[in-house]
C-alpha cells in the first residue's frame, strides 16, 4: 500500500508523455523529411539527365545525321523544339519514378488531390525547363566531352547554390537571395514544397510556375540563337 501511494505520488509529480514515434504524431515531420530530400535528388538528377539527352545533338553532328535533317523541311527550330519535347518527356517520367519510389518505400503522401495536382503541375514546368537547359549548354558545346565537363561544373553550382545539396532555408539570407534570382532549380524545389509541406492550394504556386515557364522560354530562345553556327555550316 505505501508502495502504491508512493508511486501515485511521483506520477503527479513528474508528468510522462509517451510518444510512439510510428503513429501519426511525427509522421508530418517525416513526410517533410521525405518530400523534401527527394525533390533535391530529383532535381539535381534531372538536370544532368537533361544535358545528357540534349547532347544528342552533338552526337548527329559528329555522324552527319545533323546535316541531313537540317536540310529537310523541318528547320532548327523545328528540330529543336522536338528535340526538347523528347527530352521533356524523359524528364517527366524521371521525376514521377523518383516520387513514386518516395510514396512507397518512404511513405510520402503522393495521392492526396491537392498533392497530386500540385505535384503534375510542378514536375511539368521543371522538366521543360531543365530540358530547355540542357539544350542550352548542348548548344553551347562543340564536342560532348566538353559538354560533359561543363554541365558537371554548372549543374553542381547550380545544385549547391540552389539547395539540392543543402536546404536553402538553412542557409543565411544573402545565399538564399543568390539561389533564388540566379538558378531556376531553386524555383523548382520551392514549388515541390509548397505542395508536400505547406500544402498549399494550386493557385498559390504561380510565382514558382511563372518563373520556370519564363526560364523554358529563355533557355529556348537561346539555345535557337546558339544553334544558328549549324545553320552557317
Known sequence: GDNGSAMNGFQGMVRIHAVNVHKDEHSSDWEAFVSFQVAQVAVMFLLFSMSGGAGSLLEEQDNGTLERMLSSNMGMTGLLLGKWFFIALIGVVQLTVMFLWAWKPFGLNLWTPGHVS???????VTAAAGAAFGMVLATMC??????????TII????????GSMFPRFMMSDTMQEIGKWTTFNAWALDGYRKVFYDNAPLWQLWPQISVLIGATVVFLCVARVMARRWEAQ
Open 118 to 124: 500540385g505535384f503534375a503541375v510542378v514536375t511539368l
Open 142 to 151: 562543340r564536342t560532348r566531352g566538353q559538354l560533359g565537363g561543363l554541365s
Open 155 to 162: 549543374i553542381l553550382v547550380m545544385s549547391a547554390v540552389g
